[in-house]
């Protein structure tokens, strides 16, 4: 099965779904990611320019994506924290699940407006799921739509299901018990983002313990799944 991360920027995929990454990887589905802008405002660091960083942070989504399997990782060029859903997103979106005939695309959910009374959400994470969702449907199966992606040799493909991560509604859960370890491992390699390392295991884990009727605990990502 074709798997798709479409997000906003690198490190979503790890932060969000890395042990469901890990889980997919193992269980032999090809995973692609697609990180829709330049992560250029994820550091205030006086000392790094933004050319500097968009670089460092390219090489460390890399090292995360293959601390899970992944191997395709795919940038664009948009400008993190200014993310728009225009057409030309929307193109760029259908052009990446066309390209990989993807059979399910996980991307943030765009109505996760905030998390509880703890923060609000990136403005990039609500945008990118929006747009996702404009992409596939109707554009990304339908050959009326972008007619330039046929040009280039796209053809229409629509994929079976639709999966927001960072979701406050989830109706699907994936077991990552047994990848929680990759999923720190992964987060870690973004050394530009991890300002406390030693502190990064606890608080991935807050959130995702669940407990069985025995009383035993196990580790579950939530997902709003969509069948399309």
């Not at 990887?25 to 990180?35: D, F, M």
């Not at 060029?77 to 699940?97: C, F, K, M, S, Y």
């Not at 960072?166 to 990552?176: E, F, G, M, S, Y």
């Not at 491992?185 to 009727?213: D, M, T, Y």
Request: glycine share 6%; aromatic share 8%; hydrophobic share 45%.
């Amino acid at each position: 099965m074709n798997i798709l991360i479409i997000v906003a920027h690198p490190d979503d995929p790890e932060f969000f779904c890395g042990g469901s990454i890990a889980r997919w990887c193992a269980e032999g589905h090809t995973v692609r990611y697609v990180l829709v802008t330049d992560g250029s405002k994820g550091n205030d660091d006086p000392s790094i320019s933004a050319a500097q960083l968009i670089a460092l942070r390219q090489d460390e989504q890399r090292a995360a994506a293959a601390e899970l399997g992944v191997t395709n990782v795919h940038f664009l060029p948009h400008v993190d924290g200014e993310l728009v859903n225009t057409l030309a997103l929307q193109r760029d979106i259908a052009r990446e699940v066309r390209r990989f005939r993807a059979d399910i695309v996980v991307t943030t959910d765009p109505q996760t407006l905030h998390y509880g009374a703890l923060r609000v959400n990136h403005n990039d994470h609500r945008v990118m799921g929006m747009a996702v969702c404009d992409a596939i449907f109707p554009a990304a199966g339908n050959r009326m739509f972008f007619p330039e992606l046929l040009d280039d040799g796209f053809e229409p493909h629509g994929p079976h299901e639709l999966w927001f991560t960072a979701t406050t509604q989830p109706n699907h859960l994936v077991d990552i018990s047994t990848f929680i370890d990759a999923k720190i491992c992964a987060v870690r390699a973004h050394v530009s983002q991890v300002k406390n390392p030693a502190a990064i295991s606890e608080r991935l884990q807050q959130g995702i313990a669940r407990f069985h009727a025995d009383g035993s605990l196990w580790l579950a990502e939530g997902f709003r799944r969509i069948r399309l």
